[in-house]
């Protein structure tokens, strides 16, 4: 049995290549040898969305570019569920200005972000966050994701 990504982009001002982005997902999680049957969702927002988020569960009332929630297997039974990660399509908009990437980049770096802390890696501090960029490196390097990011995300 396969995993299962599911996709969902509720921001009004880009239309998202889903399943491009559930093969980024699928494939990160493979490479990462992830339990089959797995499941995992990413839905895309605005800031604004994200900031609720982060504000309710995480008590930070801020936007921000990525937020991962892992979610016990026990809770659902024999059912292996990973998690939830929600990404802010403002937020990697304005990092790929900041940053002089592009806006596909950034979408798929937080997706790989995402997948990694409900792995456990974390970047709360010096040594784990270095920790964490080069695995993302790593991934990014062996899914060959650096190559034509442009088809995941269009302007509406």
């Known amino acids: 049995m396969r995993s299962k990504v599911k996709v969902s982009n509720l921001h009004a001002g880009y239309k998202l290549n ?5 093969g980024v997902a699928s494939k990160a999680l493979e490479f990462l040898k992830k339990e089959d049957g797995a499941e995992l969702e990413f839905i895309f927002v605005d800031d604004e ?8 569960y995480k008590h930070e009332n801020r936007s921000t570019d ?3 929630f892992k979610i016990d297997r ?21 990092n790929s200005e900041v940053f002089g990437s592009t806006i596909t980049d950034e979408i798929v770096l937080y997706m790989i972000h995402g997948i990694l802390h ?6 709360g501090n010096t040594k784990d966050s270095l920790r964490m ?3 993302q490196d790593l991934i990014l ?16």
């Open 18 to 22: 889903e399943r491009f982005a559930r």
């Open 49 to 56: 969305a994200i900031k609720a988020f982060n504000k309710n």
């Open 66 to 68: 990525v937020l991962s």
């Open 74 to 94: 026990r809770e659902f039974g024999q059912k292996m569920f990973l998690g939830q990660i929600i990404i802010s399509l403002d937020m990697a908009r304005d």
């Open 118 to 123: 409900l792995f456990g890696y974390d970047d």
């Open 133 to 135: 960029s080069k695995k």
């Open 141 to 156: 390097e062996r899914l060959g994701l650096c190559k034509d990011l442009s088809k995941v995300l269009m302007p509406r």
